[in-house]
């Protein structure tokens, strides 16, 4: 089979295609027959023969875009075996096959049917095979072939970025680059001009030009200025087929803007300027503005103004507004059109970006002349001083002077001025003031403790215009005077330890004074001296406004007194001095041997012996026991007892046994013989200790010249006479001796009688270094030592 094609292919090529295919040239897809030879075991050669494929390998052409009424005519399939009997029939299959592409299964003649687009699809691939129309049997293999699209110039250049936006600085070089544009063709373009694209511009010159081949758009003029043309719009074509006649074209717009850079210096529109401002304009405010203008935009035209020189420059100062570009000209001092009627300053503005590249259009700065009218105007009245600071003592008499303030009118009229005090808080209605004087007053007394400070508003306006007012802020200070004792600073849990020593320090104390320091800031602690010698505590004043307490003895039981009660007298050191007395609280407490509180509370002896419930239960049965042996035994011996009288015809003197003996010596619960032996000591009726009386005795007043003059029998007399209305006195007689030594005598006595109130010479501290197991044996020799230093 062959494929002959007369769309492109002209007769003379066709010729040649069928004389390669005949002589079986390999280079265009022609394919030999080949035999192949088999040799046998006796060396005979058995020969294949296969039939004669006449298939050419070629590809079709048909050109894009045909609109005629026909089916345009593709090419031609043919096979060796097609004997012109129309035994051999050809189908095609593939891209296209039987719609695009059909093909007469007699001739093998293909048609296109349809317009095709190079663009969308260049070629088409599809197999071609010849059977036999009777058996339906391939006559040869199924065989490849490509149909192309052949491209013409149908499409025209495009720019697919078009519009364009772009910016170029003013004053650039001529020639500078500002865009390259770039324009796209759909045809082939390795098929003749048809992609071949060429630029030009169409609007835009003289300024801009485009190279025709790369499409690069350039300055053309120099010294292109922002200020006189800012926007231009160009225009430019792309043309394929190189540019002749008969190619299609496409053009774009490219909307180029000049930057602007610092060209222009800034320009004052006038030479002298004249501004007017009255004296009560208030210092720190804007009193006027000026502008320089420049015809750059943005940072290039921005600037500073600075005034230069001129008589107002210390009295005005100006910045400038980064917005509008203005100078904002401010007041600095206070204006006075008395002293100064006007002012005049040299104002510069220059740019604060300078492109040196422009140098030569410079300089970039402008001064000008601004001439500053003060106006008069009536102002308030002035206070001598900003502000006032007095001082006035506490507790002063109500109308006391605390100072004076003074306002005067700033104008030439030198009108009279009225004072008054502005009273908006309670704090205004604590003062007067003199309206023409301007002296202020107390209006009630004050307390420092409670307010040390106060603060007023002070008016003064002008008697002939009251509108015209000014103020002024008055401080006053509260001075104070000693008026108030100190005190302890806080209250004072004060523990002391029962075996502490003598002159321990158990607490230090401290004071405060709500005076300030002049007053109270020096403090002197001591006892109370109206008070007898505390023989428990005493005082010690450290001279740093502390004092300490100690102790004055060895030991301290807190079952015999828990509590005692120290006063002390405080007082300050100023003028004059005041004092107060406090009373300190000291409480016995049981300590181990470092120091450490164990209990505060007196306890039974024996809970603090440490005894066990089974201990305290047999020991309260032994006592019970023991009283119940000694009640039997009374009631015994009473039932023994014999008459005191034997017998009424017994008129012997008899002697009365009494088995009730007495206490001895150390007996001193029933009377005090120490009282008896010297009757000058019994100033008061003492009571017995061993029972409670129910009335009290009628007073006794003996001066003290009787006391030494009295008789010893009328002593006991007296005593005598006391013991019988005493309702205390025990059910049964006593026998009391009485024995009067005497005076004194100046050796003294040597009876045993007082030895009661000695003390004994017995040290029972070491029994605090035995141990624990001696804690308790300790504890109550000291009680005893203590009860009898109490």
């Known amino acids: 089979m062959r494929i002959t094609s007369t769309s492109c292919i002209c007769p003379v090529l066709v010729c040649l295609c069928f004389v390669q295919r005949c002589y079986g040239a390999a280079h265009h897809g022609s394919i030999k027959v080949t035999r192949n030879q088999t040799k ?195 225009v430019i074509q792309a043309k394929d087929m190189a540019g002749q006649v008969g190619g299609l074209s496409g053009s774009t717009t490219v909307n180029i803007t000049l930057t602007d850079v610092n060209d222009n210096p800034p320009r004052f529109p006038q030479k002298h300027y004249q501004l007017y401002v009255p004296e009560s304009a208030q210092v720190g405010s804007a009193v006027g503005k000026i502008k320089a203008n420049d015809a750059d935009t943005g940072s290039n035209a921005d600037m500073k103004y600075t005034i230069i020189n001129g008589d107002g420059s210390g009295v005005f100062s100006i910045s400038t507004d980064k917005e509008t570009r203005e100078g904002i000209l401010s007041l600095k001092k206070p204006l006075n059109y008395e002293k100064k009627k006007s002012y005049t300053l040299n104002i510069e503005g220059a740019n604060t970006h300078v492109d040196f590249r422009f140098s030569h259009l410079g300089p970039f700065k402008d001064v000008t002349m601004l001439k500053i009218i003060v106006g008069d105007v009536d102002e308030p009245p002035l206070f001598t001083m900003p502000s006032y600071v007095m001082e006035v003592y506490e507790n002063a008499k109500i109308g006391t002077a605390v100072g004076t303030v003074t306002a005067q009118d700033p104008d030439t009229a030198n009108s009279l001025v009225r004072y008054f005090i502005d009273h908006n808080t309670e704090e205004d209605r604590y003062f007067t003031i003199d309206a023409s004087t301007g002296t202020i007053k107390t209006a009630k007394i004050f307390d420092r403790e409670e307010t040390p400070w106060y603060n007023i508003t002070v008016a003064a306006s002008e008697i002939d215009n009251p509108g015209l007012v000014s103020h002024v802020p008055v401080g006053i200070r509260i001075l104070d005077i000693n008026d108030n004792p100190p005190e302890l600073a806080r209250e004072y849990d004060v523990v002391v330890c029962e075996n502490v020593k003598p002159g321990q320090v158990i607490q230090t104390i401290t004071a405060t004074d709500k005076d300030n320091s002049a007053n109270g800031a020096r403090f002197h602690f001591s006892l109370d001296e109206g008070l007898s010698l505390n023989p428990n505590f005493t005082l010690r004043d450290n001279e740093d406004n502390t004092a300490s307490i100690l102790t004055r003895r060895r030991r301290y039981s807190r079952t015999t007194q828990d509590i005692y009660y120290l006063p002390v007298l405080i007082s300050d050191g100023g003028v004059p001095p005041l004092s107060s007395s406090s009373t300190l609280t000291i409480r016995v407490c049981a300590c181990e041997r470092d120091g450490r509180v164990r209990t505060c509370h007196a306890e039974a002896f024996l809970s603090s012996a440490g005894l066990s419930t089974g201990a305290l239960i047999a020991i309260l049965l032994c006592v019970v026991i023991l009283l119940a042996i000694v009640v039997l035994f009374i009631t015994l011996r009473r039932s023994k007892k014999e008459p005191l009288i034997i017998s009424e015809e017994d008129v012997r003197e008899n002697v009365v046994t009494y088995d009730d003996e007495g206490g001895g010596e150390e007996d001193t619960e029933a009377f005090d013989i120490t009282a008896l032996r010297n009757p000058s000591a019994a100033e008061e009726l003492k009571y017995r200790r061993d029972v409670r009386p129910e009335v009290k005795p009628l007073p006794r007043h003996h001066p003290s010249s009787s006391l030494d003059s009295i008789d010893v029998q009328e002593f006991i007399k007296q005593r005598l006479a006391e013991a019988d209305l005493d309702p205390s006195v025990p059910p049964y007689d006593s026998l009391q001796t009485y024995a009067y030594e005497g005076h004194r005598s100046e050796a003294g006595s040597i009876s045993s009688l007082d030895s009661a109130t000695t003390h004994s010479d017995q040290d029972y501290n070491y029994l605090g270094d035995w141990g624990p197991e001696f804690k308790k044996l300790a504890e109550l020799y000291g009680e005893v030592e203590s009860e009898r230093t109490t």
């Open 40 to 234: 046998h075991a006796e060396g005979e050669t058995e020969v294949h023969h296969r039939p004669k494929r006449g298939w050419v390998w070629n590809q079709f052409f048909v050109l894009e875009e045909h609109m005629g009424p026909d089916p345009q005519y593709v090419g031609k399939l043919h096979s060796n075996s097609d004997k012109g009997d129309g035994s051999v029939k050809y189908i095609l299959t593939g891209e296209g096959a039987g719609t695009i592409f059909i093909i007469d299964d007699t001739t093998g003649d293909i048609h296109s049917t349809k317009s095709l687009d190079r663009e969308q699809k260049t070629h088409y691939v599809l197999h071609a095979q010849a059977i036999d129309r009777r058996t339906n049997k391939p006559l040869e293999p199924e065989s490849e072939f490509i149909i192309k699209v052949q491209d013409i110039n149908d499409n025209a250049p495009k720019f697919t970025d078009g519009p364009y936006i772009v910016t170029v600085p003013e004053m650039s070089e001529m020639g500078t680059s500002v865009l390259q544009v770039t324009a796209t063709d759909a045809d082939d373009p390795t098929y003749g001009n048809s992609a071949r694209v060429v630029y030009s511009i169409l609007q835009g010159q003289p300024y801009f030009s485009v190279d025709p081949k790369t499409g690069v758009i350039r300055t053309a003029l120099h010294n292109m200025d922002r200020e006189a043309r800012e926007h231009y719009s160009v």
